[in-house]
């Protein structure tokens, strides 16, 4: 186990250099404080790779992510930007769809995602060359093919996903030798984490995803629209986190 855990960092990291390598201050991690968000966020600080890290406040989030990003900066310093909607488009689809209008309909639920984390993200990556993803291949079906370095369509950007060869139970083990901070919400079955509203615990045997807007037509794609894969009908894409 050691040395497979040794192996996969040695990959990650000559990923994480060569992206920084390739282009500089012209390069972004955007995280979503997911486990493997955890790693990477230790890797790049532990070897001063001087890497940007964004993450996105959605306004949403549960309790337990702001602890995390505490706990990142007591361990770190300040080394995440925290990126924010814009107030005004908040503020105009609260007075039209309600406070909680994502529960209504997909579309409503696609709007707020688009304003929360999308518009956000699109901001971010303004500018850029390159991105940084935590994406692992054993997540979903559609991410099984992930490359190490991929074209990004949608945002004209270079992808590097340095995590896409490790698995679930390699991202615990190393967070539990390294002693890192997470999510509490791991503790109480919350697989994947969004914000609050959005996110649920799951039982034993359902799919990871299922914990995000289970509300919805299980045939809609568990999505947010984050990491789509073309730019034809984006809008009505979904992405993942992280």
């Not at 600080?45 to 549960?62: E, F, K, M, S, W």
């Not at 997909?106 to 709007?111: D, G, P």
């Not at 369509?153 to 996903?161: A, Q």
Request: proline share 3%; charged share 30%.
């Amino acid at each position: 186990m050691e040395g497979s855990m040794n192996t996969l960092i040695h990959e990650t990291l000559l990923l994480l250099k060569e992206a920084k390598h390739q282009h500089a201050d012209k390069l972004i991690y955007s995280c979503s404080l997911s486990p493997q968000g955890m790693v990477l966020i230790d890797l790049i600080c532990q070897h001063n790779l001087a890497i940007r890290i964004v993450t996105l406040d959605t306004g949403r989030l549960p309790k337990a992510t702001y602890d995390v990003m505490d706990a990142i900066c007591e361990r770190y310093g300040k080394v995440i930007d925290i990126c924010f909607p814009n107030a005004e488009e908040v503020e105009v689809m609260v007075k039209e769809d309600g406070i909680n209008g994502f529960y209504r309909s997909v579309e409503n639920r696609k709007r707020c995602c688009a304003i929360r984390k999308i518009h956000p993200l699109q901001k971010v990556l303004k500018d850029q060359e390159a991105w940084i993803t935590g994406r692992r291949k054993d997540e979903s079906k559609s991410r099984s093919g992930i490359q190490a370095i991929e074209d990004d369509p949608v945002y004209g950007l270079k992808k590097y996903n340095p995590m896409r060869n490790w698995t679930e139970k390699d991202v615990w083990a190393y967070i539990r030798e390294h002693e890192l901070p997470y999510n509490a919400l791991h503790d109480e079955f919350y697989v994947s984490i969004g914000c609050d509203c959005c996110t649920r615990a799951i039982s034993v045997g359902e799919d990871p995803r299922s914990g995000r807007w289970w509300w919805e037509n299980k045939d809609t794609l568990v999505e947010c629209g984050l990491h789509v894969s073309s730019l034809k009908g984006r809008e009505n894409k979904s992405i993942d986190d992280d």
